[in-house]
């Protein structure tokens, strides 16, 4: 059984402790059991802690921290195997623990809070790097009005500065039973140790906490959605997490604010500016495409050539295949007894008027490409390949004296 430190004083960032059992993990990590240990091993949302274990002649690079009863410390070793019995120097990396309790201690505010206003609980809790995220059981719609009167509600507890206060049990009293939030889970076994703010939360839980809402700094809710039909997700941060997360997204709306033609906020309206001009762009895009479509059309009629009544167009395009075969549509359904045969670098398509029968391009495309390679596909009145090892200009030309076969049999 390995002695809590953090719990008897979640302040101690240093101590002396001896290795009770040590295991290679593999890849040049350890694992390593300790007599006591400053440590927190992951657990309740908060994640395990981050630091050193340094001895005679090595030192452990704590970056998982498990169990309960026994606590194994694991990480990358460097230097000498140490050895069972041996003294070692425990060091936390400070600012990640308390940056947790921070966290950990808003979260209880954040939760109380929730409860004495919507009377929902809080059935989920992980501390991320960078915010922390709770699932709360509430049936009905959340609103951003609803969240920012629960961060308020939470803020005005953060800035009373009230103690936040550790109890040991070995048996719950009933009246203090009564003034939990949550009912005590079967799981907890004693000893149970409860977490108050007076006035505002009573809870169960394992973790570690400043001593003061004070110390949470800010609670800052940067998200929220529904998760389930019955559960809502609650994204926050609180203390220096929350600064660095806000400072996050202020640079990210400087710098679009930046980028825009107008710089002057607010932003959300220079957007709309955007997404109007882009509609009106799109719309002049559109007259000059059918505009260009129109003249291309009549030039290409005007030097197709002529087998019997039918008109074909044999194009060698520069334009991208989809681009290509949008106009080839357009150009072959507006006019009767047209055939067009379009080769890019890259594909051929070959289309006709639907009117026009006795014809099949799917047939035509299968037989151009046995002889040039490739692949493709489409139906009878349009089809398209790519892939053939031979000038796109060969291709056409094999294409145009097949179509000529079979139009003189008809
Ligand atoms: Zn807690």
Known sequence: MTEKLFYEDPYLREAKAR???????????VAVLLDRTVFYPEGGGQPSDRGVIEGEGFRLLVDKVKGKEEIWHEGRLKGRFPEEG??????????????????HTGQHILSAVIKELYDANTTG?????????IE?????????????????????????DLPVEVQVYSKLPDELRKELRKELSEKVTPPIRIVSIPGVD????????????????????????????????IEFACGNRALKYLDGILEDYWLSLERMPNKNRPLVERV?????EISRLEMEKKDLRMELWDWKARALLGSSKKIGGLNVVVHRESWSLKDA????????????????????????????????EGLNMKEL???????????????ENLARGGGFRAAPEEVLERAFRALEKKVVKL
């Open 19 to 29: 290795i009770v059992e040590i295991k290679p993990l593999g890849k040049g990590k």
């Open 86 to 103: 041996e003294e070692v120097s425990l060091i936390l990396d400070w600012e990640w623990r308390y940056e947790n309790m921070r966290q």
């Open 125 to 133: 809790f992980q501390i991320f790097e960078d915010h922390n995220k």
């Open 136 to 160: 709360i059981d509430y049936p009905g719609e959340v609103s951003w009005d609803m969240v920012l009167e629960i961060e308020r509600k939470a803020n005005e507890v953060v800035w009373r």
């Open 202 to 233: 009573v809870i169960p839980c394992g973790g570690t906490h400043v001593r003061s809402t004070g110390e949470v700094g800010i609670v800052k809710v940067t998200n929220f959605y529904r998760k389930s039909t019955k559960l809502w997700r």
């Open 272 to 276: 709309e500016e955007l997404r109007n």
């Open 325 to 356: 075969q949008a106009f080839v549509v357009y150009l072959v359904d507006k006019n009767p007894n047209t055939v067009a045969l379009f080769a890019g670098d890259n594909y051929v398509i070959f289309a006709k008027n639907k009117e026009f």
């Open 365 to 379: 495309l299968k037989e151009v490409l046995f002889a040039v390679g490739g692949g493709g596909g489409g139906s």
